[in-house]
């Protein structure tokens, strides 16, 4: 779902959870067990494993968009209905759900485009 986005990608072998992983007013992953901690998301394309995280995680999301505060799209190998409902929500794009992991086919710094309405992730440059 989303718009079409191009843009730099924050890659990890790890979840995703918007209500324990990241410090949204600072824009960084603060969980200090992340493989992405001290990192800036905002503005990145996050590649990630697998969302995680309950009904909070959906109007976090939103508040984090009403601020500009937020990835500028998401790409995981799995996903939960909690997080396509904050996804949505907050009008972020978003791609799951791959015949790879997607968090091994791709690495921190690849430039990529993401495209939910065509199903497609391109990747533009490689690190």
Known sequence: MGDPVRGTALVAKDGFSARYDLDRVRGIFSRPQHKLVGQSYSGRILVLDTA????????????????????LAL????????????????????????DCDITVELVSGDELEVDPRGRVLRVMWGK
């Open 52 to 71: 995680k995280g309950g009904v909070a995680s959906a109007w976090m999301l939103y508040e984090m968009a009403s601020r500009n505060m937020v990835p």
């Open 75 to 98: 790409v995981f190998n799995s996903v939960n209905p909690i997080m396509v409902q904050g996804v949505a929500l907050a009008r972020l794009p978003m791609l799951a759900g791959f």
